[in-house]
């Protein structure tokens, strides 16, 4: 999400800052901190019991805070959306997508941790989520869990070694998949060895997909039309899982616990599979997407504000969390308590997420994902032709490198 130009600029720009680090510096962990007043959470509909029971023990360690839970108006997925509508309206504490972030604090709806939150993200989680919030050096919310595409599979079908490899995996069964989905499958590119955004997610004119890597995606993608292997379930994912038209299929963790049910006994999940653009095997790429609390900058209350969004986030409420909505946590000790050790979906999504790349925090992601979608599913249709593929990816890729004013 790029074109970084500032909101704020010269002595107004530098008053400014030195406000919000006033207020931010206010550490959670001081020893004269007193947070108080009222604050709003905002998270998805499905979660909020969850957050409400955490809500309970806050509260009884801040007496003075009171937190009222409710629904993000459209999702969290749509953080950034709800929030322009009326920055002094929203929530004082709002989960969101880390690739948001980037552009809310461009926008102003929210501001950089203090040193002191910032040391604590450090030493709380991974690496992996520390550089899911990061942007331009500064640490812009606090990581909750991780999400990435993994395989679930029927292990009275397939083996383990046979989903290991995306050509074996689609000779011996059927994986559904949907390839209008670009966070599915435009890592493809990725796993070729293209950029998006540069190496570290974070240059205007960082995408280089115009090439022959990529042309090399876009002619596999055609070919699985044409794979008898290769389903394209979309919303029947689930459903053709469970009638047994496929004996695979390309999902997330958000689906585990209804895969455990279609399957029982035969549950088998595992990383993604290796694929070969005919230039060798390469290892499937997903993104990585961190769910994240951030704090409104128009909050009446930021030290309240700050105090909930990392309590929220700390080790025992992100197990908490996993126990009650599947959230994959990624706090370091979280990550190795027993139950979440225990779950090979919980494995399987850190194991990949680890491979796999980061979700951009540009201003230009919206783009992104509007143009990425059809790219892919054009190419998977036959919709594009093979002479037009250098075509479609050099518009591709100058549409996504626009700079946004």
Do not use: H
């Not at 059927?174 to 599915?184: H, L, M, S, W």
């Not at 209804?258 to 230039?279: A, R, W």
Request: hydrophobic residues 35%.
């Amino acid at each position: 999400m790029k074109s970084w130009k500032k909101i704020m600029v010269a002595g107004a720009s530098a008053l400014a800052l030195a406000t919000v680090a006033s207020v931010n510096s206010q550490s959670v962990s001081a020893a004269t901190a007193k947070p108080k007043g009222n604050v709003t959470l905002w998270v998805d509909t499905n979660n909020v019991p969850s957050y409400k029971k955490l809500v309970k023990q806050f509260e009884k360690k801040y007496p003075k805070v009171k937190v009222k839970v409710s629904t993000s108006p459209s999702g969290s997925a749509s953080a950034k959306t709800d929030l322009s509508k009326d920055p002094s309206k929203a929530a004082d504490v709002f989960k969101a997508p880390n690739d948001q972030l980037g552009a809310m604090y461009n926008a102003g709806y929210i501001n950089p941790l203090s040193p002191s939150a910032t040391k604590w993200v450090k030493k709380n989680d991974v690496k992996l989520a520390g550089k899911a919030v990061t942007w331009k050096g500064q640490y812009l919310a606090y990581p909750q869990d991780v999400q990435s595409n993994i395989i679930y599979y029927d292990k009275s079908k397939l083996s383990a070694d046979e989903v290991s490899s995306w050509s074996t995996l689609t000779s011996k069964g059927v994986i559904g998949t949907d390839f209008t989905n670009a966070y599915n499958w435009y890592p493809a590119f990725l796993s070729n060895g293209t950029n998006l955004y540069g190496k570290s997610g974070e240059k205007l004119n960082g995408t280089k997909v115009n090439n022959e890597k990529g042309v090399e995606v876009m002619t596999w993608l055609a070919a699985q039309k044409n794979n008898k292997g290769v389903r394209q379930s979309g919303s029947a994912l689930l459903s053709d899982l469970e009638n047994g038209k496929t004996q695979a299929i390309l999902d997330g963790p958000w689906d585990g616990q209804s895969v455990k049910k279609i399957l029982g006994d035969n549950f088998g999940v595992t990383i993604l599979p290796k694929l070969n653009f005919e230039s060798g095997d390469k290892q499937m790429k997903s993104f990585s997407g961190v769910g994240t609390l951030a704090v409104n900058a128009k909050s009446k209350n930021q030290l309240a504000a700050t105090t909930l969004a990392q309590y929220l986030s700390n080790k025992s409420s992100q197990v908490a969390l996993y126990k009650g909505t599947n959230a994959i946590p990624v706090a370091k000790k979280a990550q190795k308590n027993k139950v979440v050790k225990a779950d090979p979906v919980a494995k399987a999504v850190i194991k990949q997420a680890n491979l796999s790349v980061v979700m951009p925090k540009m201003n230009q992601m919206a783009t992104f994902w509007n143009l990425a979608a059809p790219l892919v599913d054009n190419a998977y249709t036959g919709k594009t032709k093979p002479a037009d593929y250098k075509t479609q990816l050099a518009s591709f890729e100058k549409q996504i490198s626009k700079d946004s004013k």
